[in-house]
């Protein structure tokens, strides 16, 4: 699930290149992102995430059209004083756990991020996985934001409605931060 076009290039020459069945999976939304694609051959790892901003108060594991609305987000939150650690796993199988447990146990605080729906979604999946080595290092829980629980519509404007944006992140996070046990309040 590549976020950027040189993800694209480098993911989908190893999704050609491995001798197991690999499920590329493109996001409309991504097709008129611009970026540096160099023309020499290259490939990237699958399993092998990278942590696309450094950061020290949180960490936001997110994938492909996602990692753009939590990069915004993490920009904004800059200026209030709060460091969020970006990492965009770039494949789900296999996951790389070890970057992602790493990164929970610096910042003690994780929120996952996709746009399908939450009841049985990415989310759920990556929470599962890591749940197991990092509950010892949360400061708060593991925390899923994803979209509705209902299909992805066609309209452009309910879309919007429906996915997480850069806006609902940067609540998410405050939220978080500012009440770290998940109390109702």
Not at 87 to 109: A, F, Q, Y
Request: net charge negative; aromatic share 4%.
């Amino acid at each position: 699930m590549p976020s950027t076009p040189y993800d694209a290039k480098g993911l989908l020459k190893s999704a050609i290149r491995d001798n197991n069945a690999v499920v590329f999976i493109e996001h409309k939304l991504l097709y008129n992102t611009k970026g540096e694609v160099p023309e020499k051959d290259y490939t990237i790892d699958l399993g092998k995430a990278e942590i696309k901003k450094k950061g020290s108060d949180i960490t936001i594991v997110v994938v492909s059209y996602m990692v753009l609305k939590a990069m915004e987000a993490a920009k904004e939150l800059e200026k209030e004083g709060i460091s969020c650690e970006v990492i965009d796993p770039g494949t789900l199988s296999p996951l790389d756990k070890d970057t992602i447990v790493n990164s929970v146990k610096k910042t003690g605080n994780i929120l996952i991020v996709h746009e399908s729906a939450v009841n049985a979604g990415t989310g759920a999946y990556i929470s599962q996985v890591i749940g197991e080595d990092v509950f010892d290092w949360l400061d708060s829980p593991i925390t899923v934001l994803g979209g509705l629980n209902c299909p992805i519509p066609y309209s452009a404007k309910l879309e919007e409605a429906v996915i997480p944006s850069a806006g609902s992140i940067k609540e998410k996070i405050k939220k978080l931060l500012n009440n770290p046990k998940g109390d109702n309040k």
